[in-house]
């Protein structure tokens, strides 16, 4: 629906071309039950012209069996269209309208207010850019009003008019208006809303909304039209990172291939290099199609077909980017979920994750804490219910390639999908934090809570054990190169042990991969991780009284020394396992997780261990003499007999 212009019975085309440039709003009214929400967008369409004449015909027929104003014109009609909305006086699902002024257009978005229809209010506000936030002058903040204004921030809403309503009920009091003001400003200092304004506002009589109130003298401030017509938005938009996810390939003839799809953020010019993800192949841009011909440039939101100067491999799911910026690409990451489903949410339980034009299988591994959004607190469960709001871990089959939401909406969000009944259960928002950095900080977190509990005391004493394996428990960390037989001598070490009747056990860096680790890549923080980890599984071993071999590469000499604290110094061996490159090169058979020495401190790569208890040189030794000296090693500090 268009505003009133000269320019329709004049130039038709010119009034086209006008309203075609015209910049779009997104926005959401949301709030409490009964605040007044779709009074408010119903007042606004008919201040500003908006409705029809058979439209406000058939409202006032409507208002009179239907409406909550004693048979006057309801205003709320306008958007509460079903059945049972009306019925009840209340808002359930989303209702969007169009409409626009000589300034703007704009797309409303009327979400429910009652907290069973959350997570409709949370689809509502997903694609916003400005959110009106009601609230009863007589009941101030309330809990809905509190839960809306905590979804509004998770979802990134960076512009807020806290639009408060029904001043004529408590007089157009200065005095009620200033203390809700104050009330939401102490409640929203917590949240993220860069951009917050408050309007007193008498929606069923369209006072503040498009022409000023004459009963509230005290307000100096602009009229809620006025607001939305002017608020600026340009600066919202993600006009950095080029991310184009590739919908469709359009290929209707041998000399055109096109890549279709619709750009999430970013500008991208004709000649400018681009790189296709997952492949890495790089090409330039050779011509930029749309519906109305060839462009010199695209920008977010627009509907475009790239055609590239070179012949690339690239297909729908791909992502196509700018060489020196290029998004995270990992298939695990944190997301704050809104569940959406009457089923809860099972941590474990395969999911299929939508994500811009990939649809890939996945889990969530766990629920790190509850958010209860009425108090801001974060509570631990073990599961999320129907509109409940959770930080959680996901790992998926294959990888993503993403931003961060808050960087990103478009490549920072996607949708949880159930896959026996194709239902979405579940909405999610990418951390800043990816996961391999929450687990790197589990080794402080780990520790204070070993220090802060009691460990649980076994019935069979150290001693008793030291007695009837004839050893006392200690890890050897064999650490080295790729290639220079750690785990090899451990093993060799370990047949030794045994035949002497030693209760011993090896711990390998890349089994344990293969099963607890099985989310752990090769990273400096990820290695960091694994061993982390493993060291837990070889303090558990050496708490029975076992002697542990633990072969790992463990390349850092703070994450050694680290893994020292945990098992205890007074039990805790490192032997360097070294050999010349050649050697190393012809034993490695696998690629992953190869590393080279550390050559200056601005590469962060294997660091030799400062002062380790032995240096075995493998290229040196056979295996049989290894063994002979680290048995020796084992009975020179007394571990065993």
Known sequence: MSHQSDLIAKDILAYLKQHEQKELLRFITCGSVDDGKSTLIGRLLFDSKMLYEDQLAQLETESKVHGTTGGGFDPALVTDGLKAEREQGITIDVAYRYFSTAKRKFIIADTPGHEQYTRNMATGASTADLAIIL???????????KRHSFIVSLLGIRHVVVAINKMDLVGYSQERFDEICKDYRDFVSRLDLP????IPIVALHGENLVDPSTNMPWYKGTTLMNFLETVYIGSDRNLEDFRLPVQYVNRPNLDYRGFCGTVASGIIRKGDQ??????????KVKRIVTQDGDLEEAFSSQSITLLFEDEVDCSRGDMIVRPGNVPKMSNGFDATIVWMSAEAMVPGKTYLFKHTTQTVTGQIDSLKYRVDVNTLHR???????LNEIGRCSVTLSQQLYFDAYRRNRFT????IIDRINNTTVGAGMISDRDSAKAATAAWESTDSQVSDKQEQLSSVTDSERAARFGQKPATVLFTGLTGTGKTTIARAVERALFDEGRAVSVLDGEQMRKGVNIDLGYTVEERSENLRRSAHVAKLFNDNGLICLAAFVAPNQSVRERVAEVIGKDRFLTIHCTADESIRKARDTKAAGRMEPAVDSNKALYEIPEDPDMILNTGDLSVAESVSAVLELLKARGFVR
Request: charged share 15%; net charge neutral.
């Open 135 to 145: 609230i009863d002058a007589r009941y101030g903040v309330l809990t809905q009003t």
């Open 379 to 385: 509570t631990p469960a073990p599961d999320l219910q």
């Open 274 to 283: 681009i790189m296709v993800l997952p492949s890495k192949r790089t090409s």
């Open 412 to 415: 920072g969000s996607f949708i």
């Open 195 to 198: 951009d917050l304004h408050f």
